[in-house]
């Protein structure tokens, strides 16, 4: 069931399929499904129990025929004259994204964006699962966050070696190191065996095909908005 | 040289203009943009003096017909044989963004997320002056992040009225606060005369036409991962 990497490290049997190129998945779909998901969670917390997508579409100010296609990338269909059911919408929705498990992952870069997103339940809510937190600034070292120690980075694949003698297998990588130390950090995070890397850091990561890369570009975003100023000021 | 908003504060003398509807700007060589500017200061900060496009599309994987269009969205443009000069790319680059001019700013939500912005260099680099920096918990009062003493966001329309008196404008607010007060939050900015919101809490926000927002979409970034890494599984 499982396979051995070059570094004694074992990896998921379904390591040798990450070869396989990933069909193209509808962007700009996914993209809009977490704010479907948190609409859906807020009307069920109210007792709510079906929704239309003409409704879904009036909260948010898009085209209903938008909020329709999008959800059928789930796989969930709604019923003329009743709706859709919140429950059953909010389930496709996260077993779509991946969300309705838990994605372990290994944190690296313990300051305060580290920090903020270990804190933020949003994300522990999706699955993510941080079973390590690792910095290489001496001073953090034992220092605790939300009940992680904070370890050296030089100790990760010492770590996996251990979580994996219990089948625990870390899939994701969380970069919020400096820019400066980026790369290092994801080749670091690659022989640990990650298969995904969400990179905070604004660097471009030269990584192998196999293990998937999304990068929060917050720089972009305050692009988008002071670009905008200037352009009406 | 300024109008007076109801609540008594002195608006700039763009104000009025604000609700001239923006031009279509050209969001996705906008999102490109930082990109170019932190690989051409990493080349000036090297002793370079000229790039082409070839050379950046090289360098960040992209086409370089697609960087040439890019880069002409600021104005710019290449000499033949003899290609662009990375001074003047820099800065018609930052003046497009708006980024060579300072963004004064109220930020709202002191905790790590709130921390991190404020103490990440990038965003000061590209002009975010933060001058205020407000939350609602009376334990983080008068405590002090690189410098600003945490105030009580019940006084941030006094705040703003004692720097108005000395012709200094809040421009933006940048809400780092959770879900459940953004709104609120964002009707305080709106008070305060801010122009731009930039959101980092995962809500939608209802504001006045005249005032930009841009939400921070980190649940959007965490699905498109989530969701690859389900796909290959």
């Known amino acids: 069931m499982r396979a051995v990497a070059p570094n004694g490290l074992t990896t998921p049997s379904s390591f040798p399929n990450a070869m396989i190129p990933t069909k193209n998945l509808p962007t700009p779909s996914i993209r809009r499904l977490p704010g479907y998901l948190r609409l859906l969670k807020a009307a069920r917390a109210r007792g709510e129990r079906v929704t239309s997508c003409t409704r879904i579409a009036e909260e948010l100010g898009q085209q209903s025929v938008q909020v329709r296609k999008d959800l059928s990338v789930t796989g969930v269909s709604g019923r003329p004259k009743v709706g859709y059911s919140i429950d059953e919408l909010i389930d496709a929705i996260q077993d779509f994204l991946g969300w309705n498990r838990k994605t372990n992952a290994f944190l690296v870069g313990a300051g305060n964006l580290g920090a903020a997103i270990i804190n933020y339940q949003g994300f522990a809510e999706h699955g993510l699962n941080i079973v390590g937190v690792f910095d290489s600034n001496p001073a953090l070292f034992g220092s605790s966050i939300k009940g992680h120690k904070v370890m050296p980075v030089d100790d990760m694949l010492g770590c996996a070696k251990m979580l994996n003698g219990y089948d625990i297998m870390v899939e994701m990588g969380v970069i919020t190191a400096p820019a400066s130390a980026a790369q290092t950090v994801a080749n670091q995070l690659v022989e640990v065996g990650v298969r995904a890397i969400w990179n905070y850091a604004p660097a471009v990561l030269e990584l192998p095909d196999y293990v998937l890369c999304e990068n929060v ?11 905008q100023m200037k352009n009406r000021a």
Chains 1, 2 share one sequence.
Do not use: Q
Request: hydrophobic residues 45%.
């Open 217 to 227: 570009k917050l720089s972009e975003s305050f692009a988008l908005l002071t670009s």
